[in-house]
């Protein structure tokens, strides 16, 4: 069942990832399939925040282990694959470490998959069990988007709706 997602204009930054979350929870309730809620995930949020460039997921490919592989999104073409410590995507699927970077041309290896982004976080997504199964990764095409009330409202939303039980 479709459900109408939105946002407040008005509200601070931290209470709309609070309303997102609810909303995302909401709408993925009872569904099992992780592509599905990764879908449902890139769709609200992109569409929730103007300044989201791209965002999607890239999956920890099982045959791998140590390379990422583009999953669900939304915006212009993604890179294919990202070997683990490469760029941001990479860097944070390594550490397990959420990554905030306002320049990302000053970033060590940045894997520029379109010229026009130029600031990113990569969150790291686990399932139940704590297994690292993929990193979500937005993108702005301003400088200095993100912080640490996203970092805070990204990983929130991600836990709720991976690392717990359908």
Not at 16 to 27: C, E, F, G, K, N
Not at 144 to 150: A, R, V
């Amino acid at each position: 069942m479709a459900e109408t997602v939105t946002v407040d204009p008005t509200a601070s930054k931290q209470q709309t990832y609070s309303d997102l979350a609810r909303q995302i929870a909401a709408v993925v309730e009872g569904e099992p399939d992780r592509t599905a809620r990764m879908a449902t995930v890139t769709s609200i949020l992109a569409t929730a925040f103007e300044h989201f460039f791209w965002t999607g997921f890239y999956l920890v490919d099982p045959a791998k282990g140590d390379e990422l592989v583009v999953g669900p999104y939304q915006g212009t073409l993604g890179c294919l694959r990202i070997p683990f410590g490469k760029g941001v995507c990479g860097t944070a699927a390594q550490t397990g470490q959420t990554q905030i970077v306002g320049d990302v041309h000053a970033f060590p290896g940045h894997i520029a998959c379109d010229a026009r982004s130029n600031s990113e976080i990569v969150v790291p997504v686990r399932d139940a069990q704590g297994r690292l199964i993929a990193v979500l990764d937005v993108d702005s095409s301003d400088y200095n988007s993100f912080d640490e009330t996203d970092a805070r409202g990204l990983e929130t939303i991600l836990a709720q709706t991976f690392a717990q039980p359908a």
